[in-house]
């Protein structure tokens, strides 16, 4: 049981490059989230999923989309990366909607140049 | 919207003494408000939760407190350790859409 998996654990990107931050996770859990942590101010949802074939925006979406095709792999894609999308990203899961653990991944240090 | 405020930022303790974070939310339907410590570096891990109907919870050292009327939360560290150093995020799961939002976080550091 690996728990919430984030790949990769450091990226450096180009102003204007698209990438994709794969989070899996094998708990099948219902609900997985994406946040991103900026200093002083917290973590902020970015996208968010309550299930296979279902998404929703947070409170910071553009620039990001999801996709979630299976339970188990929520992936987050930046369309074009700009030097604001740098951050710290955690993919987060749990079981549901009644108030269950949230599990967070180990994070994603991105940096746009 | 729907927003988590904490407060305060920052706090120093002396070893030994309490410390005590506070949040408010804005949605009255908030049904589970988890605690979470993240040290340097590391992914944020739950330390203690509560949902709505109940007032307080304990865990050894730890415990929070909830008033649904006020819409407030708090964290309350006792016999605070130098391990007890880290930032701590409140959160709050809004019922209508299932969001969980955090508040912005609290810089704990216990004073030898």
């Known amino acids: 049981n690996a728990g919430v998996t984030q790949t990769p654990k450091f990226q450096v990107l180009k102003t204007g490059q698209s990438m994709t931050l794969q989070c899996a996770q094998d708990?099948?859990?219902?609900?997985m989230s994406w946040y991103r942590q900026d200093p002083g101010m917290g973590l902020r949802l970015i996208h968010y999923s309550v299930g296979a074939g279902i998404t929703d925006q947070g409170e910071v979406p553009n620039g990001y989309n999801v996709s979630r095709s299976t339970t188990e792999d929520f992936p987050l894609r930046l369309l074009s990366a700009a030097p604001s999308q740098t951050s710290v990203y955690f993919c987060?899961?749990?079981?549901?909607?009644?108030?269950?653990?949230?599990?967070f991944g180990e994070g994603s240090w991105l940096t746009v140049v | 919207g729907e927003n988590v405020e904490q407060h305060p930022s920052t706090l120093s303790v002396q070893e030994g003494d309490s410390a005590v974070i506070k949040c408010t939310y804005s949605d009255s339907a908030s049904n589970y408000f988890p605690w979470y410590k993240q040290e340097l570096g590391k992914r944020p891990q739950l330390i203690i939760d509560i949902r709505s109907n109940v007032g307080e919870k304990k865990d050894q050292r730890i415990a929070v407190t909830l008033n649904k009327t006020a819409k407030h939360f708090s964290l309350h560290i006792t016999e605070t350790q130098p391990e007890d150093s880290a930032v701590y995020f409140c959160?709050?799961?809004?019922?209508?859409?299932?969001?969980?939002?955090f508040g912005k976080g609290t810089r704990l550091h216990i004073l030898p």
């Open positions: 987060a899961s749990s079981a549901g909607n009644s108030g269950n653990t949230i599990y």
């Open positions: 708990m099948n859990h219902e609900y």
């Open positions: 959160a709050a799961r809004m019922n209508r859409d299932d969001k969980i939002i």
